[in-house]
């Protein structure tokens, strides 16, 4: 869109921490092209954290709008876009609310976290024929980008096994243990909420589409069992501990002063807890699992996620008739405690929280090597900002447009629902110990698109 022509009106639906990205876009270097018209969140305390910042900035506010009455904003504030960034089991309510009344969507991944949800969201895209952008940042990123191009040109020949290892550390990891995340019925699992992520390069990487998996797994290190294995017992009153161990896990969230702000503040609203304890019972997620995923244009992933690493990063080897491709990546080399032995909630914001690691440096690696010859690094190009760069460039081709992207770049729908059915099959695998074929599952008008090759 030209920044002559009038700005596009956006609503955005839940103002917890992710919203934040999106709302700085469109008050900030994206205002010319696109104004944030209303927005809703079930805790009225978090909007009233942003409207003061707002304020604060002297920007404009947005009206706001009760949680169920999508519908209604986006035909009385005339919107043409909702974003939607509750959490991910309210994503398929707020998205057919949104294109129900004429507007089109752009979601935070996962796209839904059900094989209903994605049923409801293809009977409202082929009603109302309206676009569904799922926001795939990590496809921006210019490391992933690298990969995407090397096997694109056909560098390694055609590919036949990928190996993918993902983890995740005792800071970022350890998050999904204290809030929603940690109930499946909420988040899809990890394998839903956190892989969609990983699946959707994969998808990606490899122009093709998944078609059966089996996945293994369990609650090993977080959760009451785990804790009960190293003589923990329920946590003591909040905010006091009984152990080092328990210490290294507990938030404090008066040290972060946005957390503190939209969550520690507004828990009176509605008893949303944001700090709980990684160690207790009625945990329904896994911290570790592992896959075997087929894929539609022959080749075959393993894949696995562990969410109590020391250090966070990922590592993927991609085979080929010609060679070998391999992308490493180190985000956090350590997790240190402070001196009150306690983690951080991001302690990357925290230069001192985080190790000058000489074993394990920051830092990203992609190395391709063909049969008979020597391995090659490739140039990255440089990526500033949240997830590897990625966000930066995802919020350009979001508010000003796509522009030349040969790559493609931009996710619709279709390409959430590619990605959410690994975790959806992958959960049925893990209930049933059997493999899981895609087209097993119940995904009514979507179903046809993810079991046909691209
Ligand atoms: N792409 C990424 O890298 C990335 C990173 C973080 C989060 N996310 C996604 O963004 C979304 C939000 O994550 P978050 O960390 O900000 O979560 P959060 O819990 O901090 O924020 C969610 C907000 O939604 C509100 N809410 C709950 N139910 C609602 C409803 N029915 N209607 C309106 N608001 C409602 C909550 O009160 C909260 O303020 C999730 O879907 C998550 O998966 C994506």
């Known amino acids: 869109m030209s920044a002559l ?5 956006y609503a955005l639906v839940g103002t917890g921490s992710r919203a934040q990205m999106y709302i700085d876009a469109l008050t900030g270097v994206h205002a010319e092209v696109g104004r944030l018209v209303a927005w809703s969140d079930t805790n009225p305390g978090r909007v ?3 409207e003061e910042r707002l304020r604060r900035a002297g920007a404009q506010l947005p009206a706001r709008f009760a949680p169920d009455e999508v519908g209604e904003a986006v035909r009385r504030h005339a919107v043409d876009r909702v974003i939607v960034t509750p959490p991910d089991a309210r994503h398929a309510d707020v998205v057919v609310a949104a294109l129900d009344a004429g507007a089109d969507v ?9 094989e209903e949800g994605v049923r409801r969201i293809a009977e409202a895209v082929g009603r109302t024929g309206r676009r569904v952008t799922v926001t795939f940042n990590y496809r921006y990123s210019p490391r992933n980008t690298a990969l995407k191009r090397v096997i694109a040109a056909g560098e390694i020949g055609e590919v036949t096994s990928v190996h993918f290892e993902w983890l995740l550390d005792t800071a970022h990891g350890a998050d ?3 809030r929603w995340h940690r109930d499946k019925a909420t988040s899809g699992g990890l394998l839903v909420h956190k892989s969609s992520h ?3 390069l994969v998808n ?6 998944p078609t059966r998996v089996y996945a293994s797994g369990g609650l090993r290190f977080y959760g009451a069992d785990a804790a009960a294995r190293r003589g923990l017992g329920p ?12 210490d290294a896990f507990c938030l404090d969230l008066r040290r972060e002063p946005m957390y503190k702000a939209l969550y520690l503040d507004q828990e009176h609203h509605d008893g949303y807890r944001r700090d709980q304890d990684v160690f207790d019972p009625g945990i329904t997620i896994e911290d570790n699992l592992s896959l075997v995923v087929d894929y539609s244009q022959g080749a075959t992933m393993s894949y696995a996620l562990n969410a109590h690493a020391p250090w966070e990063g990922y590592t993927v080897g991609v085979n080929g008739t010609r060679g070998r491709a391999e992308l490493t990546v180190v985000e956090r080399g350590s997790v240190l405690l402070g001196e009150d032995g306690r983690v951080l909630v991001d302690p990357s914001a925290h230069p001192d929280a985080v190790a000058a690691d000489a074993a394990r440096p920051v830092g990203e690696r992609l190395v391709v090597q063909r049969h008979f010859d020597v391995a090659q690094e490739v140039p990255i190009p440089a990526g500033e900002g949240g997830h590897g760069g990625g966000d930066a460039v995802l919020l350009r081709d979001l508010f000003a447009g796509v522009g030349d992207d040969p790559l493609g770049h931009a996710a619709s729908w279709r390409d959430g629902v590619a990605s959410v059915v ?3 099959a992958a959960n049925r695998s893990l209930d049933s110990g059997a493999a899981v074929r895609v087209d097993q599952l119940d995904l009514g008008a979507a179903g046809p698109l993810v079991t046909t090759a691209p």
């Not at 022509?5 to 009106?9: E, G, I, K, V």
């Not at 752009?106 to 059900?114: A, F, G, N, W, Y």
């Not at 990606?204 to 589409?209: E, Q, V």
């Open 5 to 9: 022509s009038s700005p596009l009106r």
């Open 48 to 50: 009233g954290v942003y």
């Open 106 to 114: 752009i979601v935070e991944k996962p796209l839904t976290t059900s």
């Open 176 to 178: 999904y243990f204290r």
């Open 198 to 200: 990983h699946f959707d």
């Open 204 to 209: 990606w990487w490899l122009d093709a589409t």
């Open 235 to 246: 946590r003591p009153e909040r905010g006091t501990t009984d152990s080092p161990l328990r």
């Open 422 to 424: 690994v975790g959806l």
